[in-house]
Each structure stands twice: as structure tokens, then as C-alpha cells.
């Protein structure tokens, strides 16, 4: 079980070995590590103002001059490992090798420290305090990867042990000692364990949520091209490809209500191919599917400068709103449709009044009030196209 929990552990993990996560964790340790550097210069600093102010009487017993030799190093280590950082923190082109060489150098650094001094105690007191608050801080503080923490660990206290055989004559002390502060390397490994993958469940789960946001905006967009692209064929004649009866219905009502309250002029021109029947029994539907098709496009382009609507009205019938336009106005741009119509030269060698496909157009205009309705312009355009049908076709009319 041991083995299986350490396999696990150690074991390579996709997310732990990303660089955002890495690039992460460097920037906290770094920051905590400035922090432990700190935080040494100014116990040494208080250690070493207590000493003089009481001529090392206050300390008798408790720090002898072996001890103050390592606090005099710390003392002067701690700042160059303060600028190290510094320098390491404001550097762009720094290799993930070097960081991970400063990290453990300077964590095998506090540790030797304090089993130094641990070591020192066994002469007088035969505590290990020192390096166990020195395990535990290295543990608690920077987050470590369960592999290097145990490196760490390993190769420090292996030295710890062996100098603990060198000092403590007494072998109850270093049985003692040996026990608890393998106990202590074996519960700070596991904390280590523990705050490194709580930060790395933490980091997985940003990720994850970040990737479900993504996911989700992405859906959106998608959702919202669907029902884009949905609500233009549901208005959009499958045939033709310009506007259905029920987008014209939609652009009508709201055009009625713009030029009503701008007292401007609404124009409606109904088209009815001439004599399509024939044309379709005698060239066949596909023939007259692309007729109609043709027939849509030209009307659309005519449209181009002006704001207005091409609609398939129903069949061979079509229907152009444009705003803007006084009656003379919409029977001019009427006739110029009638002809770009028949300058298509679609052959139609069995209507009555001409070779190639020809159209009618009734053409109504008017200044949309409440005496007058949407129906009232429809009705008068299609009066005028029934004229122009009955005028032998081909023509363009306006309601009088």
C-alpha cells in the first residue's frame, strides 16, 4: 500500500508539469522565499541587539558562541540569497534548470542551517528543535513537487542522521532523536504532499473552468450563428433566395410606421411574370425554377442604392417596397426593372407578346396616415398590375 501510495505520488502528471503551472508556483515560492530571507535578517538582527545589549548573558545557556557563528552566517547569507532572488525575479530570459537548482539549494540551505545548529545542541541539551521547525517551515512555505521535496528530505537528513551518530554519545538521545526527527522529515513530506496538491487540484480545476467557459462561449456563437442562419431561411425564399412572404410582412409593417412618422412616401410594385404557365409547361419546371431564380437576382440588384425589399409574393409573383419614392419617381424605377428584366433575353418562344421572358408591374405610391393602411397600398398596386396585364403586358402602371 506504501509503495502504491508513493508510485502514485511521484508519478508524472500532465497538469503538474504544465508551464503555466510551473511559471505559477515560481512566482509564489519566489515570493515566499524573499519572505524567509527576510524574515532571518531580522530575527539575526534582534538575536545579535539582544547579545550585545546583555553581554550575551541572556542568552547563557542557551546560544554559546558555536551557535552565534551560524547566526553570524545566516546573518550574512540571508541578504545575498535576498538580492539572488531580486535579480532572479526581475530577469526575462531565466532557465525552468536554474530555478529549479536556486529552489533546492536554497531550501537544502535552511535545512543544513538548522540540523547544524540541532547538532551543535547535542553537546549541551541534545534538542533537535531547530531542525525540526526547520523540516516543518520548508514544508509549509514553498510548494514542491513530491519528487524534489523527497529528494530534500532524503539527502539532508541521511547527513542529520550521521552526524547525530558523530556528536550524541548517548544512545538513548540518539535513538530518540533519530526517531523523532524521522517522524517530523515523514510528516513534512507529507504536508509538502498535501499543499502541493491541494495548489494543483486548484490550478486544474481554473483550467477546467476556464476551458468550460471557453466551451460555453464558443456554444454560444455557435447557438447564436444556428439561430442566426435559422431565422434568415425562415425568411428567405429556398428558391430564389430573397426574402420570403412573411420577411416582407415583418419589413412592411415596420417601414409603414417610419415614413408615417417621417410624412414620407411608400412605394409598392407587384410583378407577375408574363405568361410563365406557358413557359413552364413548355420548358419544363427545372427551366422555370431557373427563371424565377434569375428573375429574383435581377430585382435585388436593382435595390442596390435604395432602401427597400425584394420579396417572392407568391408563385410567379414578386413584390417591391421602397421608401422614399414620390409617384413619378416609382414609376421610373418600375420601367428600368421591366427592362432589366427583358435585357436577360431568357427565351420565350411561346409568349404572345414577346421572344424572351417579359414582366408587368403595377406601381402605387403613397404617404402612409391613418386614413390609409399597408392593404390600401397592396390593393392599388395590384389594381395597377392587373391593368398592365390587361394592356397586353410587358408594361409598367401606375395607380391613378
Given at each position: ?274 405568361f410563365f404557365k406557358l413557359f413552364n409547361d413548355n420548358y419544363g419546371h427545372q427551366t422555370g425554377d431557373y427563371c424565377l431564380k434569375k428573375i429574383g437576382e435581377t430585382l435585388s440588384t436593382s435595390l442596390n442604392d435604395k432602401h427597400g425589399i425584394v420579396a417572392r409574393y407568391g408563385g410567379e409573383e414578386f413584390i417591391i417596397v421602397i421608401e422614399g419614392l414620390a409617384k413619378e ?72
Amino acid at each position: 500500500m506504501v509503495h502504491e501510495f508513493t508510485k502514485k505520488i511521484l508519478s508524472n502528471n500532465l497538469y503538474s508539469e504544465d508551464e503555466e503551472f510551473a511559471k505559477e508556483l515560481f512566482k509564489i515560492n519566489l515570493f515566499r522565499n524573499k519572505v524567509i530571507c527576510i524574515f532571518f535578517i531580522l530575527l539575526e538582527f534582534i538575536i545579535f541587539s539582544i547579545y550585545l545589549l546583555t553581554s550575551g548573558k541572556a542568552f547563557w545557556g542557551f546560544i554559546n558562541m558555536s551557535h552565534m557563528y551560524f547566526h553570524i552566517i545566516m546573518f550574512l547569507v540571508s541578504p545575498l540569497w535576498l538580492i539572488i532572488f531580486k535579480k532572479v525575479e526581475t530577469s526575462h530570459n531565466i532557465s525552468k534548470k536554474l530555478i529549479t537548482i536556486l529552489q533546492f539549494a536554497f531550501i537544502s540551505y535552511v535545512l543544513f542551517w538548522g540540523g547544524s545548529i540541532s547538532i551543535i545542541d547535542q553537546i549541551s541539551t541534545g534538542q533537535i528543535t531547530v531542525y525540526s521547525v526547520s523540516v516543518m517551515s520548508m514544508a509549509v512555505m514553498p510548494y514542491l513537487k513530491p519528487k524534489w521535496s523527497l529528494g530534500i528530505y532524503t539527502y539532508v537528513h541521511i547527513l542529520f542522521v550521521i552526524f547525530l551518530f558523530l556528536f550524541q554519545k548517548s544512545m538513548l538521545l540518539l535513538f530518540v532523536n533519530v526517531f523523532y526527527s524521522s517522524i517530523f522529515v515523514a510528516l513534512s513530506w507529507i504536508i509538502s504532499i498535501i499543499l502541493f496538491n491541494n495548489k494543483l487540484n486548484d490550478f486544474k480545476n481554473r483550467k477546467l473552468i476556464q476551458q468550460k467557459n471557453i466551451e460555453l462561449s464558443q456554444m454560444n456563437s455557435e447557438l447564436m450563428e444556428i439561430n442566426s442562419n435559422l431565422e434568415e431561411l425562415s425568411c428567405t425564399d429556398c428558391l430564389t433566395g430573397i426574402a420570403n412572404r412573411r420577411k416582407f410582412e415583418s419589413f412592411i409593417d415596420f417601414e409603414w410606421s417610419k415614413c408615417k412618422n417621417n410624412f414620407m412616401p411608400l412605394s409598392a410594385i407587384m410583378i407577375d411574370v408574363d405568361f410563365f404557365k406557358l413557359f413552364n409547361d413548355n420548358y419544363g419546371h427545372q427551366t422555370g425554377d431557373y427563371c424565377l431564380k434569375k428573375i429574383g437576382e435581377t430585382l435585388s440588384t436593382s435595390l442596390n442604392d435604395k432602401h427597400g425589399i425584394v420579396a417572392r409574393y407568391g408563385g410567379e409573383e414578386f413584390i417591391i417596397v421602397i421608401e422614399g419614392l414620390a409617384k413619378e419617381s416609382a414609376l421610373i424605377e418600375a420601367e428600368k426593372i421591366r427592362k432589366n428584366i427583358e435585357n436577360l433575353n431568357i427565351p420565350h418562344d411561346f409568349s404572345p407578346v414577346s421572344n424572351c421572358v417579359t414582366i408587368s408591374l403595377g406601381v402605387s405610391s403613397l404617404i402612409p396616415s391613418d386614413n390609409s393602411s399597408i392593404k390600401t397600398l397592396i390593393e392599388k398596386a395590384d389594381i395597377a398590375l392587373y391593368k398592365a396585364k390587361k394592356r397586353n403586358r410587358n408594361k409598367a402602371i401606375i395607380y391613378e
